[in-house]
């Protein structure tokens, strides 16, 4: 079935084989081997690793032209000597600067070749008409890989993109996919980028927009078959470092994965899966249900968790942020969306750290698998007082008085070193599959799908608003077809008006749901199948966009919840296609709790199992 597989590799991927119990703090400047373990990162010791550092690009234009004019054969020795002296900046940790992570543009400006005739409708870097192998070839060995060995001297990991940036449209099988493959290709199969993949990881897009099937539609699929094909070309050639992962949407959306992850043919020296792949995420003001007008931080961790999902279950790098308040003096633009920005600082986006920051620190810190690349150098460090006397002081500095704390540069010397001194963890997500389809937190259960509500996790209880409505959104419909019933278990009996609806016709709560009222009731099996919405249309148990509670409002209508699980006996939760041990053959080697620590072999409820013949299973001992 295609579920069983789906969970079987999103578990492999999430499933952590090592003792963590020992972790310490990752030694800063320390660029030996990282790896995806379980949602996070860790060094070869095993120590969850978090990256904070800059993006870069090595054109003329971009470096404001501080060390020549011309891309291009022979022009390689100044580009390298000018990056040599911001890696010194940015991790002079002397002087505040904490950098261990670099995003590399493999800018264009190298890679197209100038002799060739541009055609096409795509304008600036993402038309791809003048692209040269050749020269992405010759670059790679003359520039990209000596420039990215330079980070990783400074005590920096390093992300290289690829260069330019995505059309507007993107399709499967079309003429950019062709390109990806040909440019990570090229990439994957140089000797130096293989014998890098301990340090050196693969983003394999710049902000892709809208992406298409084969046929030009918009599918939940879609975003995985442009991206699968090229992670099996990149471990095809021999390539066994971390590979990003982009979204749609500027790289905001990455809802279609939750039905179609990503999964990494990668295995390793026992014929285990090996799943070293992680999400790259972008994050501006006003993204995410974060702005300067906006400070509510419940909200901007559900609205990310809401449209970045896997950040439950892979590490996340958000490779492109950056913020500066509002410049009376200075000048604004239009965004990537056609909106205006308000003028700021120097950075692309406006909004303050006090503001903004709040929200976006708030969902970083909240999850403990995200780490983040300043969109540039220039974000970062006032390079010109660098290049003039060798001091380091966060960007804009200057302009604003002399404390950018208020924008990304100042508050980013303040968090980096904290962050650089701490010891990471990620969060841990229940792994019991049946709870987890309606999660009681702060952040995935919404106590305002409809009028304000309010819910406290630590209770259960729900008071929604007005003829309001509180429950789960989910980012792709979630799929109750192979179960009998959803059980709704309440801590005291339900007031009258109560009741559970879920939502299969569309996304939206003005759609007709199928309703069961609650009244009276603590305790309630509500079928799945054979039933009819509110307005007769049949019931898709295979598509539930909402589901939750509805009550008149207020408090003397408050729920108190205990439980909602799906269950085949009415009465009892159940996994998700999970095994009693009595199934499994050949006979279990290791068994591991969901935290993914050698247990006992009589271990009992939900476990891993290492079975004879090398597959890692979960299984339920009763």
């Known amino acids: 079935m295609k579920k069983l597989s789906i969970l079987f590799m999103a578990l492999v991927c999430s499933i952590a084989l090592s003792n963590v119990a020992n972790a310490q703090i990752h030694k800063w400047g320390d660029t030996s081997r990282l790896r995806v373990e379980g949602n996070h990162l860790v060094d070869q010791e095993g120590n969850q690793v978090m990256l904070h550092g800059v993006m870069d690009t090595p054109s003329p234009y971009f470096s404001g032209f501080r060390w020549g004019y011309n891309c291009g054969y022979g022009y390689e020795s100044e580009c390298l000597k000018y990056f040599e002296k911001l890696f010194s900046a940015v991790t002079d940790t002397a002087q505040g600067s904490w950098c261990n992570v670099f995003r590399l543009h493999l800018d264009p400006c190298w890679t197209n070749d100038p002799s060739i005739p541009s055609s096409g409708s795509d304008t600036g870097e993402a038309n791809i008409s003048q692209f040269s192998k050749k020269r992405l070839t010759d670059f790679l060995q003359s520039l990209y890989l000596p420039l990215a060995r330079k980070a990783k001297n400074h005590g920096m990991y390093v992300i290289m993109r690829p260069p330019g940036v995505c059309p507007q449209t993107i399709q499967v099988g079309g003429a950019y996919q062709q390109y990806l493959l040909t440019v990570w290709d090229v990439v994957s199969k140089m000797p130096g980028t293989k014998s890098s993949s301990d340090w050196l990881s693969l983003e394999l897009a710049n902000e892709p927009v809208r992406i298409v099937d084969a046929n030009g539609n918009e599918t939940n699929a879609a975003m995985h078959d442009f991206f699968q094909p090229i992670v099996e070309k990149i471990r095809a050639n021999g390539f066994k470092g971390i590979i990003w992962i982009p979204g749609g949407t500027w790289q905001q959306n990455y809802r279609p994965y939750a039905e179609f992850p990503i999964t990494d043919p990668m295995t390793d020296a026992d014929g285990n899966p090996d799943c070293q792949i992680g999400y790259a995420v972008h994050f501006y003001p006003g993204w995410f249900s974060t702005s300067d007008s906006q400070t509510d931080t419940i909200a901007s961790i559900r609205s990310f968790l809401g449209s970045v999902p896997v950040v439950k279950t892979s590490p996340i790098m958000i490779t492109e942020v950056d913020w500066s308040p509002q410049n009376p003096n200075g000048q604004g633009h239009y965004n990537e969306s056609g909106q205006w920005v308000l003028p700021n600082y120097g950075t692309w986006a406006t909004g303050s750290t006090s503001k ?267």
């Open 356 to 622: 903004f920051g709040k929200g976006f620190k708030a969902v970083v810190d909240y999850f403990g698998n995200i780490g983040w690349t300043l969109t540039h150098t220039h974000d970062y460090i006032d390079i010109d007082r660098y290049l003039a006397d060798k001091t380091v002081v966060p960007a804009f500095t200057g302009a604003m008085n002399g404390d950018a704390y208020e924008a990304c540069s100042g508050a980013c010397f303040k968090w980096y070193p904290q962050y650089a001194h701490t010891e990471h963890k990620a969060r841990v997500w229940n792994t019991d599959e049946s709870s987890e389809m309606f999660p009681l937190n702060e952040f995935e259960f919404n106590p305002s799908i409809w009028e304000n509500g309010t819910f406290d996790p630590a209770t259960g209880k729900l008071v929604t608003g007005q003829y309001g409505f509180g429950g789960w959104q989910y980012a792709s419909p979630l799929d109750l077809s192979d179960y009998q019933y959803v059980v709704v278990k309440l801590k005291r009996n339900a007031p009258g008006s109560a009741s559970f609806r879920m939502f299969s016709k569309s996304s939206s709560y003005w759609s007709s749901p199928y309703m069961t009222g609650l009244g009276g009731r603590s305790t309630i099996a509500i079928p799945l199948h054979n039933r009819k919405n509110d307005d007769g249309s049949a019931f898709d148990p295979s598509h539930i966009y909402i589901a939750g509670f509805w009550t008149n409002g207020g408090n003397s209508e408050a729920i108190y919840i205990d439980q909602v699980f799906v269950s085949n006996d009415g009465s009892n939760p159940v996994g998700i296609e999970c095994p009693s041990i009595s199934d499994l053959s050949p006979a279990a080697v290791e068994t591991f709790n969901l935290n993914g620590q050698r247990t006992s072999d009589d271990a009992r409820g939900f476990v891993i199992r290492r079975l004879g013949d090398g597959r890692v299973v979960k299984a339920f001992v009763k």
